[in-house]
T-cell receptor, first 110, second 114 residues
Framework: SQQGEEDPQALSIQEGENATMNCSYK?????LQWYRQNSGRGLVHLIL?????REKHSGRLRVTLDTSKKSSSLLITASRAADTASYFC??????????FGAGTRLFVKA | SQTIHQWPATLVQPVGSPLSLECTVE??????LYWYRQAAGRGLQLLFY??????ISSEVPQNLSASRPQDRQFILSSKKLLLSDSGFYLC?????????????FGPGTRLTVL
């Protein structure tokens, strides 16, 4: 399967702490994206990192990409209760398909 | 600005009944369109994608079908629903020519087949 796989499957932290989620994939990619999904809602795009990039920042989000290890991480700093959601990585191998992982469920306790 | 609509938001259907879910996009032209299904607490399974009117690619053999009768309209259908068709159905669009590969999702339809 070319699907990205996130770990951990679930993560519970206190407000103010940092949250780190990881994604691994199996074949070469053009880019990797992270999405967020609140319960019962559609996904919202957070950030895209291209295969020739190693790190990107967007507000409290930091994404890294290690193509040699075929892995990426999403760091949310100074987490808030409103960050509670599921987070998915999605890999683009070229063509028209983007493959989504199973997601990490993050719960931030106030 | 672009918007994507899905309806209905929730649907309860008996086994064996037909299905029609509709997705429309506003504010863009010639988008790539996608149908995904998400089981409870799981990731997204790509069902169909379309790169143009009348062009449908199927990813998973099943009793579902998709059609794109207009540039910004994507329909998911079934002639006879199965219990296993229950799930959260998401439509998404992408401006492939922009090169960003970012997908924009609709609010989803929660389908329960009884």
């Amino acid at each position: 399967s070319q699907q990205g796989e996130e770990d951990p499957q679930a993560l519970s932290i206190q407000e103010g702490e940092n949250a780190t989620m990881n994604c691994s994939y199996k074949t070469s990619i053009n880019n990797l994206q992270w999405y967020r999904q609140n319960s019962g809602r559609g996904l919202v795009h957070l950030i895209l990192i291209r295969s020739n990039e190693r790190e990107k920042h967007s507000g409290r989000l930091r994404v890294t990409l290690d193509t040699s290890k075929k892995s990426s991480s999403l760091l949310i700093t100074a987490s808030r209760a409103a960050d509670t959601a599921s987070y998915f990585c999605a890999t683009d191998f070229g063509g028209f398909k983007t493959i989504f992982g199973a997601g990490t469920r993050l719960f931030v306790k106030a | 600005s672009q918007t994507i609509h899905q309806w209905p938001a929730t649907l309860v259907q008996p086994v064996g009944s037909p299905l029609s879910l509709e997705c429309t996009v506003e504010g863009t032209s010639n988008p790539n369109l996608y149908w995904y299904r998400q089981a409870a607490g799981r990731g997204l399974q790509l069902l169909f994608y379309s790169v143009g009117i009348g062009q449908i690619s199927s990813e998973v053999p099943q009793n579902l079908s998709a059609s794109r009768p207009q540039d910004r309209q994507f329909i998911l259908s079934s002639k006879k629903l199965l219990l296993s068709d229950s799930g959260f159905y998401l439509c998404a669009w992408e401006d492939y020519l922009a090169g960003g590969n970012e997908q924009f999702f609709g609010p989803g339809t929660r389908l329960t087949v009884l």
